[in-house]
Nanobody, 120 residues
């Protein structure tokens, strides 16, 4: 089971990015998916997660109202739309999968991470 996170980059404060989590060899449709982030010297923390159908979503307080996690069952991806980005959102973002909610740092399947840098 291999996950891939993509879509990171450099963006100015107040800007937007959209991250995508995809899988090789299987579909994400029936798995719970979480997005996490980590900065050097700090523990990896949860950002958002989404269940399989009906796709209930949960957010960390620091991103609620700015980030949206969603499923695209045509593309078989789980996306994280990040708006109103702040410098403190700078981190490596990872997606993870588990068979059921909640998706925690103990999830069995992880992607390689994508760098998000918010800076002017």
């Amino acid at each position: 089971v291999q996950l891939q996170a993509s879509g990171g980059g450099l963006v100015q404060p107040g800007g937007s990015l959209r991250l995508s989590c995809t899988a090789s060899g299987f579909t994400l449709d029936w798995l719970a998916i979480g997005w996490f982030r980590q900065v050097p010297g700090k523990e990896r923390g949860g950002v958002a997660c989404i269940s399989s159908a009906p796709g209930n979503a949960y957010y960390a307080g620091s991103v609620k109202g700015r980030f949206t996690i969603s499923r695209d069952n045509v593309r078989h991806t789980v996306d994280l739309q990040m708006n109103s980005l702040k410098p403190e959102d700078t981190a490596i973002y990872y997606c993870a999968a588990d068979r059921a909610m909640p998706v925690s740092t103990r999830a069995p399947f992880w992607g390689q991470g994508t760098q998000v840098t918010v800076s002017s």
